[in-house]
T-cell receptor
Framework: DAGVTQSPTHLIKTRGQQVTLRCSPK?????VSWYQQALGQGPQFIFQYYEEEERQRGNFPDRFSGHQFPNYSSELNVNALLLGDSALYLC???????????FGPGTRLTVL | AQSVTQPDIHITVSEGASLELRCNYSYGATPYLFWYVQSPGQGLQLLLK??????LVQGIKGFEAEFKRSQSSFNLRKPSVHWSDAAEYFCAVGARSDYKLSFGAGTTVTVRA
């Protein structure tokens, strides 16, 4: 049983560019959450998708947007990249709100 | 708003010695509590979770944690650490009525021979 998968593993972008990160949830899971983990910090909640809609959002600007597809996979889009967006982006899946979340290995984004 | 405090930024422990990592949370309702471990460059692996019931929770890799409502704490323990336990440990709080997890800043554990 494959766990949560994310692509790409690493990504380098320059300021002002746009980026798309992808996530496939664990088999049987229908909910995907995205987190940003800056260096030396704990993960911060960006948003959660369920039934192809954003169900809850953390304290992140509108430059951060997402999408969930009918097969439950998800994308995270970040526009107008800033240096401060450099971080590890983690995707987590679950099958019930408030239930345990299973994390993927993350995508390391570097903004130059 | 829910929040988590991990008072210890870095802990060094000898191999074979016991380990205790502290976690204090702030949440108005009954929390769901989690401990995750992260090795360098990796994602998060769930060690154990508390939803309800017995306040002493057993997890993987020989870890356990105790929920103390009166102290708003959920400390993680291991009786005898192995060199492979060197990693970053995160405490997190969630809830049935909430969808996100709120994480502490983490505790880095170094294991010396």
């Amino acid at each position: 049983d494959a766990g949560v998968t994310q692509s790409p593993t690493h990504l380098i972008k320059t300021r002002g560019q746009q980026v798309t990160l992808r996530c496939s949830p664990k088999s049987g899971h229908d909910t995907v959450s995205w987190y940003q983990q800056a260096l030396g910090q704990g993960p911060q909640f960006i948003f959660q998708y369920y039934e192809e809609e954003e169900r809850q959002r953390g304290n992140f600007p509108d430059r951060f947007s997402g999408h969930q597809f009918p097969n439950y996979s998800s994308e995270l889009n970040v526009n107008a990249l800033l240096l401060g967006d450099s971080a590890l982006y983690l995707c987590a899946s679950s099958w019930l709100a408030g239930n345990e979340q299973f994390f993927g290995p993350g995508t390391r984004l570097t903004v130059l | 708003a829910q929040s988590v405090t991990q008072p210890d930024i870095h802990i060094t422990v000898s191999e074979g010695a016991s380990l205790e990592l502290r976690c204090n949370y702030s949440y108005g309702a009954t929390p769901y509590l989690f401990w995750y471990v992260q090795s360098p460059g990796q994602g998060l692996q769930l060690l154990l979770k508390y939803f309800s019931g017995d306040t002493l929770v057993q997890g993987i890799k020989g870890f356990e944690a105790e929920f103390k409502r009166s102290q708003s704490s959920f400390n993680l323990r291991k009786p005898s650490v192995h060199w492979s336990d060197a990693a970053e440990y995160f405490c997190a709080v969630g809830a049935r009525s909430d969808y996100k997890l709120s994480f502490g800043a983490g505790t880095t554990v170094t294991v010396r021979a």
